[in-house]
């Protein structure tokens, strides 16, 4: 009897354990450099140093990429964000509420691939905002763009969320699903942002084929489906 009340101790020591561990990585992103270099600025710190390989980022914390460089994060549910050269990331929010979390990146500069796989359970809600945009997800690959005169989301798989925005107000909610694209070049912002009627959604068709940057994330994400 003794023995069995200290086996269902342990078994229920280690499953707190494994719990524990798993609430406390929800907050928590893991960096990969898969090819160059970039660097992180820790939340709090005015200086950038270079980033490891496997480096923890936490909220707060900015990621650059340097030329030639491609590096992914990597979340606690298997989904992962991929950074284009010359790309700055912000890990700016997170928030938890019972099994469901809403994590917020906010791409600054650059592109990124978005692989977003669901939970077991609950629900984690990916955002990434650009200038113009806050691109919500929970289960998705797209590529978004926060360049000078060439914003845009493309999805490839599954569905987004985009809300257009104009600092905190939203000007419109979208549904984009596979195949689709929004294309923000700066005429078309500067129209948005004076509430002028602009075309938004279109068929993405080719237009990434021979693109380095797309052809990597595809590599990365396997057979390219969610």
């Known amino acids: ?30 960096l990969s450099i898969d090819k160059g270099s970039a660097q992180v600025t820790v939340w709090g710190d005015e200086t950038a140093t270079v980033a490891a390989n496997s480096q923890m980022i936490l909220e707060g914390d900015k990621i650059e990429t340097a030329e030639n460089t491609y590096a992914t994060l990597s979340f606690y549910n298997g989904s992962k964000i991929t950074l284009d050269q010359k790309t700055t990331l912000v890990f700016s929010d997170v928030e938890s509420e019972g099994n469901n979390d809403s994590l917020t990146l906010e791409l600054q500069n650059g592109r ?14 990916l955002s990434v905002k650009t200038d113009v945009m806050k691109i919500a997800s929970v289960q998705t690959q797209y590529i978004a763009s926060n360049i ?16 257009l925005v104009d600092k905190d107000v939203v000007i419109e909610n979208i549904i984009l699903k596979s195949g689709q694209k929004i294309a923000m070049p700066d005429s078309k912002e500067k129209s948005l942002l004076a509430r002028e009627s602009v075309t938004l959604l279109e068929d993405s068709s080719d237009d990434l084929l021979g693109d380095p940057f797309y052809t990597w994330t595809l590599v990365k994400a396997g057979s390219g489906t969610v």
């Open 1 to 30: 009897m003794v023995f069995l009340v200290v086996c269902a101790i342990f078994f229920k020591s280690c499953f707190t354990s494994i719990t524990n561990t798993k609430n406390e990585k929800r907050d928590e992103a893991i």
């Open 148 to 163: 000078p005169d060439n914003e845009y989301i493309y999805v490839l798989n599954g569905e987004a969320n985009p809300s």
């Open 112 to 125: 990124v691939f978005v692989n977003q796989i669901p939970n077991d359970e609950g629900q984690m809600t």
